[in-house]
Nanobody, 120 residues
Framework: QVQLVESGGGSAQAGGSLKLTCAAS????????MAWYRQAPGKQRELVAS???????NYVDSVKGRFTISRDNAKATVFLQMNSLKSEDTAVYYC??????????????WGEGTLVTVSS
């Protein structure tokens, strides 16, 4: 089995920073994509940032220049550094991981979600 553990959510003032962490563990052979999604109240879940195994990244326009995704492949961990936070960043943030378990069984997994609240 593969498990994800998220941490780092909480409250911040507008203009402040928070860092999210998501660690994967278990019978992992290879991780292809690690990403962060978010879902604000009354809205659909949206992709915030993703990072492929080769290091290429993708960001939603609203966070470009403010958020940075990074990963530690040796520790199967992905980070989301969030700077210059805005009230509209308030949401539940979900970690997403896709890859292969041992015996090359593909898997996709969502974290349990961590709440980020930004007050103006």
């Amino acid at each position: 089995q593969v498990q994800l553990v998220e941490s780092g959510g909480g409250s911040a003032q507008a203009g402040g920073s928070l860092k999210l962490t998501c660690a994967a563990s278990g019978s992992i052979f290879r991780i292809n994509v690690m990403a962060w999604y978010r879902q604000a109240p009354g809205k659909q879940r949206e992709l915030v940032a993703s990072m492929a195994n080769g290091g290429s990244t993708n960001y939603v326009d609203s966070v470009k220049g403010r958020f940075t995704i990074s990963r530690d492949n040796a520790k199967a961990t992905v980070f989301l550094q969030m700077n210059s936070l805005k009230s509209e960043d308030t949401a539940v943030y979900y970690c997403y991981v896709a890859g292969f378990k041992v015996l090359l069984t593909p898997f996709t997994l969502w974290g349990e979600g961590t709440l980020v609240t930004v007050s103006s």
